[in-house]
């Protein structure tokens, strides 16, 4: 069993900044990749970034390239998320994945992929 747990959700202004976190444990995390993915009030999941087994490789959604940065620290069993520029539309529940692969992220339906999921961390960007 995984369990994945987020952290560095908030409140903040547009324009602003937060680094997401999600600490990893009850596998090897260095053999995974790793994603986040969010969820708007009223809206579907949807993709937002994933980084390969060892951070060498990630792949964005188009509405977040140029101002998130997705990175992970192995020997923390960690992945982050910074987020730079927020919108009030990257309000949302924000939440840690894993997948066997890189490029499952990439798939049409990611989310057929993902081996688990953490609780989420919620995110208010406020206008």
């Known amino acids: 069993q995984v369990q994945l747990v987020e952290s560095g959700g908030g409140l903040v202004q547009a324009g602003g900044s937060l680094r997401l976190s999600c600490v990893a444990s009850?596998?090897?995390?260095?053999?995974?990749?790793m994603g986040w993915f969010r969820q708007a009030p009223g809206k579907e999941r949807e993709f937002v970034a994933a980084?390969?087994?060892?951070?060498?490789?990630?792949h964005y959604a188009d509405s977040v390239k140029g101002r998130f940065t997705i990175s992970r620290d192995n020997a923390k069993n960690t992945v982050y998320l910074q987020m730079n520029s927020l919108k009030p539309e990257d309000t949302a529940v924000y939440y840690c994945t894993t997948a066997p692969a890189l490029y499952y992220y990439a798939d049409y339906e990611p989310e057929r992929h993902i081996d688990y999921w953490g609780k989420g961390t919620l995110v208010t960007v406020s206008s």
């Open positions: 980084i390969d087994w060892n951070g060498g490789n990630t």
């Open positions: 009850g596998r090897t995390f260095s053999r995974y990749a």
